[in-house]
């Protein structure tokens, strides 16, 4: 390929990227517009693209809610713990079945491996029994274990690949200029892994708070609903409904998410051994 057509083909593709980029983008964007969108304007059968009369009425009703700030925390609640226990245990166990070699090592893998293959819908029964004897139900700890049951076995397969990507060797130099072995992990091993406990992170916190069905299962007590919970009931509380709350709700519910992003990308795009061979 000539180098005049390697420059063409690039700003194709580049263009083409852009377009995928707007397409994936709109439903966003829609979504934030018509939260600061008033009733006429929504409801004209022509699209409003530019909120230009936009208003915060919207998004100061979904506030002033007193139900959705007992589901913000509730959300808030169960997320924080999920990310925390599945990053926890997820570490361990990957670290367990990269670094050693033990009896049942593989037939772990090979459990992990089948556990994401089970349905989620098929565990419902099952899991509210367990619950329910357990006292659970309607729980925030009781809804953070379920959702680090189903997240785990992704978590673990993710921070295996983490942690195998990072040499050995590097310890065990560390360890020949006089670190311990737990020292060597700890000042050598576990900065590096930092992207992969943050990539599993970013997974864990939006499986955490954007998941319905399970906290559907758990959360019956209209007093105890997570906000997605919290979303379907602002839909189903009136005959007509209210697109500007609903839009508003959710362009709300989001910002959590695209905050958490925003804290630890730089963490993403760094790379997984940058600064190994320092010094």
């Known amino acids: 390929m000539t180098p005049r057509r390697g420059v063409l083909a690039g700003r194709l593709w580049g263009a083409v990227a852009?377009?995928?980029?707007?397409?994936?983008?709109?439903?966003?964007?829609?979504?934030?517009?018509?939260?600061?969108?008033?009733?006429?304007?929504?409801?004209?059968?022509?699209?409003?693209?530019?909120?230009?009369?936009?208003?915060?009425?919207?998004?100061?009703?979904?506030?002033?809610?007193?139900?959705?700030?007992?589901?913000?925390?509730?959300?808030?609640?169960?997320?924080?713990?999920?990310?925390?226990?599945?990053?926890?245990?997820?570490?361990?166990?990957?670290?367990?079945?990269?670094?050693?070699?033990?009896r049942g090592r593989r037939s772990f893998v090979l459990t992990v491996l089948v556990v994401q293959m089970i349905p989620a819908e098929a565990l419902f029964i099952s899991q509210y029994r367990t619950l329910d004897e357990w006292g659970l139900v309607n729980q925030v700890t009781g809804l953070a274990l379920v959702y680090v049951a189903a997240i785990l076995p992704f978590t673990i397969w993710m921070l295996r690949g983490f942690v195998a990507g990072v040499p050995v060797e590097l310890e065990e130099a560390a360890m020949v200029d006089g670190l311990s072995r737990t020292g060597a992990f700890f000042r050598i091993t576990f900065p590096l892994l930092a992207p992969g406990l943050v990539a599993s992170g970013v997974y864990g916190f939006l499986q955490a708070w954007n998941e319905y069905t399970l906290g559907l299962v758990v959360m019956t007590d209209p007093a105890r609903r997570t906000l997605p919970l919290w979303l379907q009931g602002l839909v189903e509380a009136n005959r007509a409904t209210d697109w500007r709350l609903v839009m508003a709700g959710s362009a709300v519910i989001a910002l959590p998410v695209i905050g958490f992003f925003l804290l630890v990308q730089h963490r993403l795009t760094s790379g997984l051994v940058a600064g190994a061979v320092k010094g």
Request: glycine share 2%; aromatic share 16%.
């Open 18 to 102: 852009v377009v995928v980029g707007l397409l994936w983008a709109f439903p966003i964007y829609w979504m934030v517009s018509s939260a600061f969108l008033p009733t006429n304007a929504l409801r004209r059968p022509d699209p409003t693209f530019f909120p230009v009369d936009g208003t915060l009425s919207n998004v100061r009703r979904v506030l002033a809610d007193p139900t959705f700030l007992a589901s913000f925390r509730v959300s808030l609640a169960v997320t924080a713990l999920t990310l925390v226990a599945a990053l926890l245990f997820a570490f361990l166990a990957a670290l367990a079945i990269s670094r050693y070699r033990f």
